[in-house]
């Protein structure tokens, strides 16, 4: 299926645009000293290095600002802010900004930030926010897109609730993608009120925090939220893990959350998964895991549409790796007894745009390509089928009759043979070589292990 997702693209670059070297050893030795010097187009390179009470404006179009490694530029505001506001305001439009650390950010209004965005369009790649009263604090900008991959927000908030990990307002689109936000100071991991969420492959979690809401989308929207791992743990100051529309739903047209393949875990004993507004138009939820206590979500939908969600009160059920540790996969040799194990659908389409899960967070702050099985397993992970056979091994395997009526047979001596449909459900399965089965007419794939552990997959036609 064909994932479509908007790019936040630089313009092309200026014929005269300037790279500016910024370090201890170099010309310019903080970033402040060439904030006001640059121009339109730019590329500001700043060594690994901490850069203490050094705060700026950046206000032209089209800049890059990097990090220049091993390690982070680390911009330690010891408590001070550019003009009461952030360590950086950006003003400017399609600002990128990677490898940098901001923290320590006060302001007398409790919501310093490490990046005040007042201007259009950002992307921000693997930074690092801590210790701020706001990670990023993005201002109303209707058209804006935001673009945050890769990158860990900890430990920011003022306390009084009010300030967050990053807290996304009015705007048009963010995507949020491999990131790691964690133990926020009461606010939320993750506060957005933008029309249009992307929220993917991420790990959100409370951790030793005190946070509010891991997720809390105050406006609704219209919100994918897929392959995310979410924890809330016992010091969290809300109950419910996903908030959406509890200030009303003002924000889109589309007031519609999709939520596939997530792994959701509660460690509290009270509580609810999805604290829904009612009035919400449609909630689509499929393949995900939600482990401890609490409702699966509250307030019914205008549309509810849910299949092959795992929820279960007993986290020790569902045979995660450990749990403790959030390493929430299911692995080798147990993976078969597990209930996620090749248990999920395949969601479909919304337009254009795939639901399916085809990446997985890595953890910290990166993803991978999820493992393609012969279905999908539930929740945020793939258990990567070992022992796959070769294209010669293949030959060795015969499945009769093929076209096949109601039964078929396997050459070879079999743990197991399982039947599924092109959405990945299974229809069929037999510990033995004969498999009978009562299926329209149409191709089916087959999933065959023999005795030695081996897997194979073939196609059948069935008339």
Known sequence: ????????LLST??????TWLVGPAKVYTKPSQVSALVNDGDTVLIDAAVYLADVCYWGKNNLVIKGVGPGY???DANNTAYGGKAIWVIGGQNTHVENIEFSRCTVVDKNGAGIRQEGMHLTVTHCYFHDNENGILAGDNAGSKILIEKSEFAFNGFGDGLSHNLYINHIDTLVFRYNYSHDAHVGHELKSRAKSHYILYNRISSEQGTDSRNIDLPNGGQTFLIGN???QQQNSQNNNIIGYGLE????????EVYAINNTIVNEKNVGSFFDLKSGTEKFKAYNNVCAGVGSFYTNAPLVLDTLNNSINATAANLQFQNAANYQYQISFPTYGSSPLFNAGVNPGMVGTYSLLADQIYVHPQNFSSRCVNAAIDIGAYEECIPNLVTEQQKLVVTIYPNPAHDYLLVSLPVQSVKMYDLSGRMLASSMAQQLYFDVAAGVYNLQIIDKEGHIMHQKVQVR
Do not use: E
């Open 13 to 18: 670059p200026f014929c005269h645009a300037t």
């Open 1 to 8: 299926m064909k994932k479509i997702l908007f790019a936040l």
């Open 229 to 231: 791992i979410i924890n």
């Open 248 to 255: 009303g739903l003002a924000n889109a047209a589309f007031n």
């Open 73 to 75: 530029a680390h911009l």
